[in-house]
Every structure is written in C-alpha cells, then in structure tokens.
C-alpha cells in the first residue's frame, strides 16, 4: 500500500526503516533496469545521525521515484550517489535532489562533490555530461574469486582485531595512507567501533608493538566490503599487505560470508596487482566527477 501523503521532496536526517526499504526496492529496480551494481554504502544508510541532513528523496503520490545520498568523509570533499525510477527520468528530479545537496554542502562548507558514476550507467553518465564536470578518478569494484592462501605467514607480523584503544592510530594510518588531515578523522568514535556490522583490523611487527597497518571491514546480508587498507610506507614492498589482506578475507570467510568486494583506484596498479594475486576480479567500474559547491 503506498503513503498518499508522501509527496514531491523531501530531505532526512537519519532514515525510517521503510524509508531504507524504499530505497532498497527504488535502487533494486534501477539495478535491474540497466544491469547496474549502484554504490550506496548500505550500511552507512542503515545508521545515518539523526541530527544531520544526508538523504534527499523524491516521492510520487506515495511511491519513491528519486533518491541521493550524501557521504561527507572529510572536510574537503563529499561523495554523492543516487538514482531515478526509470519511467521518472527526464523530468528534473534529481537535478532537484543535486541542487537540495549542493545547498547542504554550502551550510557545511564543504568545497567539492563528487558524482559516483557506474560507468556502464548510460542514463548516468548523460546526466553527469549535461552538468560539464571535472573528471577526478574511476575505481574498479572488485569481488573474490577464489581466496588464495599462502602456505605460511612470516611470524614476525601479528595481525588481530582493533580494540578501541588503538583508534588514534587507526587514525593516523587512515591519514597518511590516503593523504587526509588526522584532525577530520572522526571514523574510530567507541560507537563505531562496536558497532556489529563492522570489524576494524591492526598489524603491528614484533616483539615492539609496533603499528605498520590497519583494514577495516563493513559487513551486510549481501556482503563484505574491504575498505581503508592502509600500510605506513616504511613498511611498504615487504609483503605485509598481502598478509593482512589474506588474514582479513580468512576472518570474514569464518563468518559464513563469501560474497567479499572492495574498490580500487584504476592507476593503482600496485594495489590493483595485489587484490588479483589474492583472488579478486574486476566486476564492473565507478567514474567519480568533480563538481563545484
């Protein structure tokens, strides 16, 4: 039964469970439609703060036709994604959703956004062309294959689950490795971090405690997703990123979960290297466009 006095748009903070289910069935339709795998971070939906604005959605008579999510990670730059019911495009409303995100981001001072694209998105990358933006990077979405498991580990590095303790390190190897300012790092809060849909992992070396890495991981009923792979430099070219990327896939494979994807930058080759000796696969590529604020 749809809510007739759903109407036109509206902007959230924090979503309903039939809001999430909305948007659910509105990105599973527009999946469908053109064959898509859209980007939209579920289990950030799933706990959006109540006191911020990040969701802007479009009903008709009861039924959700358009949708964008805002994803602020820092404060130089937000992320944004969305879709529009096929039998709706054409007709203004995510250029509406786009102007209603641009307004939150100037209140937030935000400088720039950029526009998650799939690339084999046709309606997407059209809508994106009609606003004339800078072209920032594109990502591989990449999911396991087959695991590939070493026969051995070095037993120089020790690799467990991150403890709140260790937060302001993970945020220090957050910022060096993705070139952030420590201080916008807010993803270690102790509510985060216990959070049951999320594990947070550290290597350190030796016998000295020493930190040299970290992998986050976000788990939902359809998968698991590797993110915030950081090794320090120093560290670098010595085959502890291979170790802790096989010992993270190792625990997320333990939970029963098998359906394992990260995302990574296409001139990364490094990296790129890496994830397909550990048995991972393109699966399809996200073109990310810089747009003003």
């Not at 809510?3 to 309903?16: A, E, I, P």
């Not at 997407?124 to 920032?136: E, I, K, N, R, V």
């Not at 290297?273 to 466009?289: A, H, I, N, P």
């Amino acid at each position: 039964m749809t809510d007739n006095r759903k109407h036109g748009f509206s902007k959230k903070q924090g979503l309903t469970q039939t809001e999430f289910t909305e948007i659910e069935a509105l990105a599973a339709l527009c999946n469908r439609y053109e064959g898509l795998e859209l980007k939209l971070n579920w289990n950030i939906l799933r706990n959006r703060p109540s006191h911020e604005t990040n969701d802007f959605l479009y009903y008709d008579n009861g039924q959700l036709v358009g949708y964008l999510a805002l994803f602020s990670f820092n404060l130089k730059e937000a992320e944004i994604s969305g879709m529009v019911h096929p039998d709706y495009r054409r007709r203004g409303i995510f250029t509406t959703l786009l102007s209603a995100a641009r307004d939150e981001c100037r209140q937030r001072r935000v400088p720039k956004l950029l526009l998650i694209v799939e690339h084999a998105s046709h309606s997407g990358q059209a809508f994106a062309a009609s606003l004339h933006p800078g072209y920032d990077h594109t990502e591989y979405r990449m999911a396991l294959e087959e695991a590939r498991i070493p026969p051995s580990f070095s037993t120089q590095l020790h690799f467990r689950r991150a403890r709140l303790e260790d937060a302001p390190m993970l945020a220090h190897i957050t910022a060096v490795s993705f070139d952030i300012d420590e201080k916008e790092i807010n993803s270690y809060s102790e509510q985060v971090m216990d959070a049951s849909n999320r594990r947070y992992y550290v290597a350190t070396l030796g016998d000295s405690n020493t930190y040299i890495g970290k992998i986050d991981v976000s788990l939902n009923k359809h998968e698991a997703i590797i993110y915030g792979f950081g090794v320090l430099p120093e560290y670098r070219g010595c085959g502890y990123g291979r170790q802790m990327l096989v010992q993270t896939i190792q625990d997320i494979l333990a939970t029963g979960q098998h359906h394992i994807v990260l995302e990574v930058a296409t001139e990364n080759k490094n990296a790129l290297s890496l994830y397909q000796s550990c048995g991972f696969r393109e699966t399809g590529s996200y073109d990310y466009y810089s747009l003003g604020v």
